[in-house]
Nanobody, 124 residues
Framework: QVQLVESGGGLVQAGGSLRLSCAASGRTFSKYGMGWFHQAPGKEREFVAGITWNGGDTDYADSVKGRVTISRDNVKNMVYLQMSSLKPEDTAVYYC?????????????????WGQGTQVTVSS
């Protein structure tokens, strides 16, 4: 089973940028579809972005389209989430997750491995 560790979160002013990273262990990382989710206090965990095993397809939540880019490096076993024009409503814990099928999904239950999360706080 792949293990995931997120990093790159922090405190940023509205309008600023952050790049989140997700480091994956295991030699089969390139077989997994990957997703980024976020969870704000008192709210459910929500899909932010997804990418297929080879990076050939990506998708984004409407709330972040045009401001966020997901990418991956299968040589380095890394997934990234580049975020710009950040808004206070982007404040949340951000998690990366792996789906064994190679695709990405909007449903949390289809991901079988999760990282511990990284906090993103956007001040107004």
């Amino acid at each position: 089973q792949v293990q995931l560790v997120e990093s790159g979160g922090g405190l940023v002013q509205a309008g600023g940028s952050l790049r989140l990273s997700c480091a994956a262990s295991g030699r089969t990382f390139s077989k997994y579809g990957m997703g980024w989710f976020h969870q704000a206090p008192g709210k459910e965990r929500e899909f932010v972005a997804g990418i297929t095993w080879n990076g050939g397809d990506t998708d984004y939540a409407d709330s972040v389209k045009g401001r966020v880019t997901i990418s991956r490096d299968n040589v380095k076993n890394m997934v990234y989430l580049q975020m710009s024009s950040l808004k206070p409503e982007d404040t949340a814990v951000y998690y990366c997750a792996a789906a064994p099928s190679g695709g990405y999904y909007y449903q949390l239950s289809l991901y079988y491995s999760w990282g511990q999360g990284t906090q993103v706080t956007v001040s107004s």
